[in-house]
């Protein structure tokens, strides 16, 4: 297990493998965020994506889903704060697979409780062509040994 | 149809409100943020934070949700957005909450080679004891006034 001592500025980690369907775009589309080029092939041609694309902040869920799937089991990780410089590069279309690349860039302890600190991780989300569709830098708490 | 011409820095909105119940929480963490915190009440109850919260990424899409049936009730030209300066999840989501949206803009600009222009805003989610449970700084994109409508 990685605690907050074990983890170490410019460690890279890759990770992930997350097949993106029309179906679970409509799905999730639906439920938080009903514009049309998220839900609607027609509709979404004639927009200026030119055909159907995932929500940003269903390409952020999917995100999570590889991190705790893949990286926190190992971790000793207890949710996070937030994050900062959240960019939406490029579209996320069905039948994209993505994955994850991730880099810790600073570690930052905490003033007021001795158990944890807080760690940066900048995180690049890929297509399978190597395309960079979204990029963060997650504010992520560990605890410490 | 309100364009980006229309947007006033410091103009405000509320953007309505709606509940998180146990289901739900567990229903969206379970497919995309399966922590023991957000899935388990037992877990929850040993985690630092004392019970089941939601995911963080759940408070943000309901954020999402609120906005687009904001927009839509405004007629605003809104076009997506490029991304996000910062995102806070300040206090714990908890079953039973009702959370309210509200928003400020910030600064306007105009893109250089497209017909859209930007709009930074915070926004907010409020609990129904009045906490900021989740702060975002987001840039969206906005039409132009088409140039016959001016």
């Known amino acids: 297990m990685k605690y907050f001592e ?19 775009i409509v799905e999730y589309a639906r439920q938080f965020d009903p514009q049309p080029f998220h839900l ?8 200026m994506f030119g055909g159907l694309i995932a929500s940003g902040w269903h390409t952020g869920a999917m995100f999570i889903r590889m991190v705790v799937e893949h990286m926190t089991p190992g971790h000793a990780t207890s949710g996070a704060m937030g994050f ?55 504010l992520v708490i560990y605890l410490r040994r | 149809m309100r364009y980006w011409e229309d947007m006033r820095v410091g103009e405000t909105a509320d953007l309505g409100s709606c509940a998180i119940t146990e289901a739900e ?13 957000h899935t388990d009440l037992e877990a929850a109850r040993r985690s630092i934070y004392g019970g089941l919260i939601a995911s963080g990424w759940h408070t943000c899409a309901l954020m999402m949700r609120l906005s687009v049936d904001a927009a839509r009730r405004d007629e605003a030209a809104t076009t997506g957005s490029p991304g996000l300066d910062s995102c806070r999840w300040l206090k714990p989501v908890r079953p039973g ?30 609990n129904q004891q009045g906490e900021v449970v989740l702060r975002v700084i987001g840039i969206t994109m906005y039409r132009r006034r088409p140039a016959a409508a001016a």
Not at chain 1, 40 to 47: H, N, Y
Request: proline fraction near 6%; aromatic fraction near 6%.
């Open chain 1, 40 to 47: 609607d092939e027609e509709t979404a041609r004639a927009s």
């Open chain 2, 97 to 126: 909450d009702v959370l309210s949206a509200r928003t400020e803009v910030l600064e306007t600009w105009p893109s250089r080679t497209k017909p859209i222009g930007f709009v930074r805003r915070r926004s907010e989610m409020v």
């Open chain 1, 6 to 24: 074990d983890v170490q500025v410019g460690d890279v980690m890759r990770f992930g493998r997350y097949e993106v369907t029309r179906e679970e």
């Open chain 1, 84 to 138: 900062d410089d959240l960019k939406w590069i490029r579209p996320v279309r069905p039948g994209d697979v993505l994955s994850v690349e991730s880099e810790i860039r600073e570690k930052i302890e905490s003033r007021s409780r001795p158990d944890r600190g807080t760690v940066k991780i900048e995180s690049r989300i890929s297509n399978q062509r190597g395309e960079v569709v979204m990029s963060l830098v997650s």
């Open chain 2, 25 to 37: 929480i567990l229903a969206f963490a379970r497919k995309y943020d399966p922590q023991p915190f």
